[in-house]
């Protein structure tokens, strides 16, 4: 049956977006850049008792993030769902980095996401819709953060564009807009936030959010 296809399963957010979708049988296909992280989460979800596959892949080179996602096609087919979770988190104030560190922090929070759509939303779009959702944060710009602010607006737009394009063939994009630090038990805990995820993904189609802001416990 069609899955979700979860890019960037770190122990936070990646991890509980893929478990909370597995609770509702969806066969998962997991992906990262490192094969402890991907181990790891596939340990972890494996008690949800749903297929799990994983895939090597660095969400920064497109070659390797086409690789995987084609592996990922052959196994599961076209998906149900789409998460992009990768991002490269770090503080720096204007001026700080150099041209290549923005390029490398944009390569994997704005550019990934954009591979990613170029090769799922496609398939999804000819086999009647799914959800591609993308993990955003940075409601209003901080200073400390900007290539990570830069890169939140980017997703914003990324989101407008793939629904421009694809919408009208029933793929439904959106992102989730993570307002606070991520710590469990907290307004800002993973499966809290995970939950946001399926709200949107079963949303009917005449209501569909582009954009849901958590800034504590629904």
């Known amino acids: 049956m069609p899955g979700a296809v979860v890019i960037g399963v770190g122990p936070g957010v990646g991890r509980a977006v893929a478990r909370r979708f597995a ?16 181990a790891a989460a596939a ?3 494996a008690p949800t008792g749903v297929p799990i596959a994983t895939f090597q892949a660095d969400a920064a080179d497109r070659a390797s993030l086409d690789a995987a996602l ?7 087919g076209v998906p149900e769902v789409v998460v992009y979770n990768a991002a490269l988190i770090r503080p720096d104030t204007l001026g700080e980095l150099s041209v290549r560190g923005h390029l490398d922090a944009w390569a994997v929070n704005v550019v990934g996401a954009i591979n990613a759509a170029a090769r799922l939303a496609p398939p999804m779009a000819d086999a009647g819709g ?3 959702l993308i993990t955003g944060g ?3 710009p901080k200073p400390e953060y900007v290539s990570l602010s830069l890169g939140k607006a980017g997703v914003r737009t990324l989101v407008t564009l793939i629904d421009q394009q694809y919408g009208p063939s029933g793929v ?8 606070g630090e991520v710590a469990p038990g907290t307004d800002f805990d993973p499966d809290d936030i995970a ?9 009917p189609r005449d209501r569909w959010q ?3 802001v958590h800034t504590g416990r629904p």
């Open 23 to 38: 609770a509702e049988g969806l066969p998962l296909a997991l992906l990262a850049r490192g094969e402890s992280t991907l």
């Open 43 to 45: 340990e972890a979800l």
């Open 70 to 76: 084609d592996r990922a096609l052959d196994r599961h």
């Open 130 to 132: 799914g959800s591609f």
């Open 138 to 140: 940075m409601p209003e």
């Open 172 to 179: 439904h994009a959106a992102s989730v807009t993570i307002a």
């Open 195 to 203: 939950a946001r995820y399926w709200d949107l993904h079963t949303q």
């Open 210 to 212: 582009h954009e849901v």
